[in-house]
């Protein structure tokens, strides 16, 4: 389970509905799962107005540095512990 949110109530809300649920090997983990949530990004951005301001690139650096602040936060919260870049991690993301 892959799942980035703030914690802002105790205990954390039911997560009721996932946008997509796969099972994943191990070795999908790496490069797999970081592909398939640029593929969801890169689908948002065409179903709204970002795709027209930001680059798919832009894009994954802002989502990255937002999950960064989120992980400084949740760290000086004692929330979480997460440790790998682009993965739903430091730099990571909800989805798998």
């Known amino acids: ?11 954390p809300e039911k997560i009721t ?3 997509h649920e796969e099972d994943i ?14 593929r969801f990004l ?3 951005m065409k179903e709204t107005t970002v795709g027209t301001a930001f680059t798919l690139d832009e894009m994954w650096g802002i989502r ?3 999950i960064a602040a989120l992980v400084e936060y949740s760290q000086r919260e004692g929330t ?10 430091p ?3 909800a989805g798998v």
């Not at 389970?1 to 205990?11: E, G, H, I, N, S």
């Not at 090997?25 to 640029?38: F, M, N, T, V």
């Not at 979480?80 to 991690?89: A, D, H, K, V, Y």
Request: hydrophobic share 25%.
């Open 42 to 44: 890169s689908q948002w």
């Open 64 to 66: 990255e540095e937002c």
């Open 17 to 19: 509905h996932f946008l």
């Open 1 to 11: 389970m892959d799942v980035t949110r703030a914690m802002r109530q105790r205990p």
């Open 80 to 89: 979480t512990e997460r440790s790998q870049p682009g993965l739903g991690n």
């Open 25 to 38: 090997s191990p070795e999908q983990i790496g490069d797999y799962k970081a592909a398939l949530h640029r």
């Open 91 to 93: 730099g990571g993301d």
